[in-house]
């Protein structure tokens, strides 16, 4: 069949046949595509899965097909999310959007391949049993945020040098809530200043920790790469700019967006890489021989704008270290 006609065919049975019969007819393998996140939101991280799977020859709607499923920011719906893509037979299972996601593709299946992105920690939340042989079914990219928590806090301290008390946010129905919090606490005691958790899981919550930033003598706020944040990251900017807080995350999306800075890797980047890691397990390979990737490049952007706003000054060797800089 040549390319156009199996297009054409494509497209004029995609709104009447399930998906798994599609594969079925067109004797072509699926990806299910699990995420914690919203679609809206996410179309740039999706461009660069389908990019990584390019890279390795599989086009979707011509080589692969993609089962989507967005638990937008609904963790407790990710096991039913994930026990349906697991009905649909794909091929490879893919854990977009942390370790919630992760955790559930895990539980899930234990025959299916599983690829994660963005994932603190694979090992200490059991994922894989080592970085460099993960063993099992399960790989993929791990972004070490645990490791930007005390950075984050030295930027902060670099650029609000007056703050002694900054605040981290955290999602307590996340998984890694705890080791974010106690990695936030070692960083701020060797930093010599103090340190406030707050939980936030809802957009109520986001607002009600923000009031209470003020009332705590909070001026600087860690925002870690967390997928309920990261999809409010409007709201989080729009709030700090009401109450003058200094946010520092490890998202560039967020600086965009007009907070302070962020340092940390690609999100982008992760998915990427990741989806390099379901083309070769559809080529073959297994997942246990894929060891756990780990970003190669860290990027600090700084929002000049942002800077002004809040009456802050820029360290000149800070300025000059920064990847990019906004204004």
Do not use: C
């Not at 854990?95 to 992105?117: H, R």
């Not at 919090?181 to 701020?188: C, D, K, S, V």
């Amino acid at each position: 069949m040549r390319r156009r006609e199996f297009i054409a065919l494509f497209g004029a049975a995609a709104a009447e046949w399930p998906l798994a019969a599609r594969a079925q007819q067109l004797a072509v393998p699926v990806i299910g595509f699990l995420s914690s996140r919203s679609p809206g939101e996410s179309a740039n991280f999706v461009s660069a899965f389908r990019q990584g799977l390019r890279e390795t020859g599989f086009v979707e709607g011509q080589n692969v097909l993609i089962a989507f499923r967005w638990a937008e920011g609904r963790y407790d719906q990710l096991p039913g999310l994930a026990a349906e893509l697991v009905d649909l037979r794909v091929a490879v299972l893919f854990a977009a959007g942390g370790s919630p996601p992760a955790l559930a593709a895990k539980a899930a299946t234990q025959t299916i391949p599983v690829v994660f992105s963005a994932v603190t920690d694979p090992v200490r939340l059991g994922l894989v049993a080592s970085l460099n042989k993960p063993g099992g079914n399960v790989t993929g990219m791990s972004l070490l945020t645990f490791e930007m928590v005390a950075k984050s806090a030295q930027l902060l301290k670099e650029l609000v040098p007056t703050a002694r008390v900054i605040a981290y946010l955290v999602n307590p129905s996340n998984p890694s809530a705890k080791l974010y919090a106690n990695e936030a606490l070692n960083a701020a005691s060797a930093l010599g200043i103090a340190v406030r958790v707050l939980n936030a899981s809802t957009e109520d919550d986001l607002d009600e920790a923000f009031a209470s930033l003020p009332k705590m003598g909070v001026t600087g706020l860690v925002v870690p790469a967390e997928p309920f944040f990261d999809s409010h990251r409007e709201r989080i900017v729009a709030l700090s700019k009401r109450y003058s807080i200094a946010v520092i995350s490890n998202l560039r999306e967020y600086v965009v967006a007009g907070s302070l800075v962020s340092y940390g890797a690609s999100l982008s980047d992760s998915y990427r890489r990741a989806a390099i890691y379901a083309g070769r397990i559809l080529k073959g390979d297994k997942p246990a021989d894929l060891p756990v990737m780990q970003p190669t490049k860290y990027d600090l952007v700084i929002n000049l704008k942002t800077v002004k706003a809040l009456g802050l000054a820029v360290p000149q060797q800070l300025l000059a270290s920064a990847d990019e800089v906004i204004e």
